[in-house]
T-cell receptor, first 110, second 113 residues
Framework: GQNIDQPTEMTATEGAIVQINCTYQTSGFNGLFWYQQHAGEAPTFLSYNVLDGLEEKGRFSSFLSRSKGYSYLLLKELQMKDSASYLCAVREGSNYQLIWGAGTKLIIKP | DVKVTQSSRYLVKRTGEKVFLECVQDMDHENMFWYRQDPGLGLRLIYFSYDVKMKEKGDIPEGYSVSREKKERFSLILESASTNQTSMYLC????????????FGSGTQLSVL
């Protein structure tokens, strides 16, 4: 069946690096997305991976391994404003529907 | 700035009431979606629409209906609200059929008493 797993909560220190993992089991994989959601706000798009490898965008990078059903979001030089939930979502085939993980709440401490 | 606007930030309704949640986007997007977000669960798709007057069921359509009379507006209707429909409702739009990049509204927190 379809399943996406990510840690419920993580804590990290300002200025440090944190890696948020996402593992998935789906059929006909066709892309993985990361969204950021601050408390009480709308989710906003961060990244999209469809091929294996690392995609870098400033302080944020996203990695995908299709053979392992695994992705991670890497956040560098953490800032207090990075405190948010990070949502992993997978698209199957040409299906419009995304399968969403429950999200990882990231807490940044000074 | 592109924008998806949901008409209410907070709503409190009574069991059995008919509830309308409105969503408007200003990006001329073809695709619009309604999700609900509950603690400990991933976003769940209720209904979506690829075009005006077109609708398709998502994963959890029971107890809901939708209306898309104009391209920019997508309404979610709870025909007879129940307590298990207490949730955060998120509207989203995209310009790609696969929903490659979704733009979300800020959400409506609905409480059904």
């Amino acid at each position: 069946g379809q399943n996406i797993d990510q840690p419920t909560e993580m804590t990290a220190t300002e200025g440090a690096i944190v890696q948020i993992n996402c593992t998935y089991q789906t059929s006909g994989f066709n892309g993985l997305f990361w969204y950021q959601q601050h408390a009480g706000e709308a989710p906003t798009f961060l990244s999209y991976n469809v091929l294996d490898g690392l995609e870098e965008k400033g302080r944020f990078s996203s990695f995908l391994s299709r053979s392992k059903g695994y992705s991670y979001l890497l956040l560098k030089e953490l800032q207090m404003k990075d405190s948010a939930s990070y949502l992993c979502a997978v698209r199957e085939g040409s299906n419009y529907q995304l399968i969403w993980g429950a999200g990882t709440k990231l807490i940044i401490k000074p | 700035d592109v924008k998806v606007t949901q008409s209410s930030r907070y709503l409190v309704k009574r069991t059995g009431e008919k509830v309308f949640l409105e969503c408007v986007q200003d990006m001329d997007h073809e695709n619009m979606f309604w999700y609900r977000q509950d603690p400990g669960l991933g976003l769940r798709l209720i209904y979506f629409s690829y075009d005006v007057k077109m609708k398709e069921k998502g994963d959890i359509p029971e107890g809901y209906s939708v209306s898309r009379e104009k391209k920019e507006r997508f309404s979610l209707i709870l025909e007879s609200a129940s307590t298990n429909q207490t949730s955060m409702y998120l509207c989203a739009s995209s310009s790609d059929r696969g929903g490659e990049k979704l733009f979300f509204g800020s959400g409506t927190q609905l409480s059904v008493l």
